[in-house]
């Protein structure tokens, strides 16, 4: 079972000395104990393959995963060109990690190499996930998973909007657009819970047309016009920045049991049409969303106890935070949002690091396939 887990933080400029920091800081905290398993979440800005050597230095080999981040969230709140690195220590249990390239190009190839050479078997208790957001087809992904019985969670990393480059890693191996994998298995508990805070404007709207990942139109209408409608501002702003990135804090949501799937897109190209990565069906009728703190507050609240109850009675140890990115411009001003109302349900004694994602995976229970998820916070935790 866990014993102990750390964190460290560091804001170092030389991203391999920022890695060492972090990493030093963790290992300080967890003394003579030996490492289990590891996350590293560290800012786009930083050279992600320098961030990793950094932090192997000094922790050596061990199961370790990793993934960019448009900000990171730590003790200290929501912050930007940092790194965060969380380590683990224990006995009873133990974490397989590897990471395959070309999930952005191949994403169905990429996922089979993964499940081939990890062998997820019956005994296994978790698959933790962190594959790149803005160019693979992320369906495959829990199209593949849902013929296991499999408990899948994680994220869909985000970065550098403007390169079009995200960042994973495990172990030793790293790159861009890849998949990151880790099976937990043995005396470990592991709890999820999910939310979000955006809801309906009022506004009905028919997606009319569908290329790939791009949604061409709304209403017959290329989808700039449909928001300058609805959101303000002329037509021809929403193309360009800052409107155009965002654009994700107005998603599409579908009706779904009582609730809402939320499709967001990943930003509006130049000739108006939105970019998803979570794909959704031509002839929906789908509803223009917005986000509120409130809602949010509340969506905080409802992951980290859904989170609590599904680690039955297990001591939660570690937890990891997966916000979607939505959530950083939404709540620009309040950097310690999710901070706060993380502490009212989990209380200040658990370490935890998180970042901000283009999307989440989850799956609530093995009698329900994983869901690909966008606009919510996922609470994990680790007993």
């Known amino acids: 079972m866990i014993s102990k887990a750390a964190t460290g933080q560091s804001w170092e400029l030389e991203a391999a000395r920022a890695g060492e920091q972090a990493a030093r800081q963790a290992i300080e905290q967890l003394g003579r104990a030996p490492l289990s398993f590891g996350w590293v979440i560290s800012s786009a800005a930083l050279s992600f393959d320098e961030v990793l050597a950094g932090v192997l230095e000094v922790t050596g080999e061990m199961p370790l995963i990793g993934l960019s981040s448009s900000a990171e969230i730590g003790e200290a709140g929501r912050t930007r060109k940092s790194v965060l690195v969380g380590l683990v220590s224990g006995s009873g249990f133990g974490a397989r990690a590897g990471w395959w390239p070309d999930f952005q190009r191949d994403s169905r190839k990429c996922v089979a190499r993964m499940l081939e050479e990890l062998q997820p078997q019956p005994e296994i208790k978790t698959l933790l996930l962190a594959g790149d957001g803005l160019g693979s087809d992320a369906q495959v992904l829990v199209d593949e998973l849902s013929k296991l019985r499999l408990s899948s969670l994680g994220c869909l990393t985000g970065g550098d909007l403007s390169s079009g480059k995200t960042y994973q ?56 016009e449909v928001y300058a409608r609805y959101f303000g501002n002329v037509a021809r702003n929403w193309v360009y920045p800052p409107l155009n990135e965002l654009v994700r804090l107005y998603p599409l949501g579908l009706e779904d049991n009582g609730g809402y799937a939320i499709h967001a897109p990943i930003r509006m190209e130049a000739d108006g049409s939105l970019r998803m990565n979570n794909p959704i069906k031509e002839g929906s009728y789908a509803n223009l969303m917005i986000g509120t703190q409130a809602a949010c507050s509340a969506a905080v609240h409802q992951a980290a106890n859904q989170a609590m109850a599904a680690l039955q009675g297990a001591t939660p140890k570690f937890g990891l935070l997966f916000v979607d990115a939505a959530w950083a411009a939404l709540l620009e001003l309040e950097p310690l949002f999710e901070v706060q109302a993380l502490r009212t349900v989990l209380g200040a004694q658990i370490p935890w690091i998180g970042g901000y994602t283009l999307g989440q995976v989850y799956r609530s229970s093995l009698d329900h396939p994983p869901q690909l998820l966008n606009q919510h916070i996922e609470v994990v935790l680790l007993g």
């Not at 030793?172 to 592991?190: D, K, N, P, T, Y």
């Not at 809801?199 to 017959?220: D, S």
């Open 169 to 224: 890693s495990a172990g030793r191996r790293s790159g861009s657009g890849g998949l990151a994998g880790a099976i937990l298995q043995g005396e470990i508990a592991v709890g999820v819970g999910v939310g979000h805070g955006w809801q309906p404007v009022g506004a009905l709207t028919q997606v009319t047309r569908v290329q790939g990942p791009w949604v061409r139109t709304l209403e017959g209408q290329p989808p700039n």
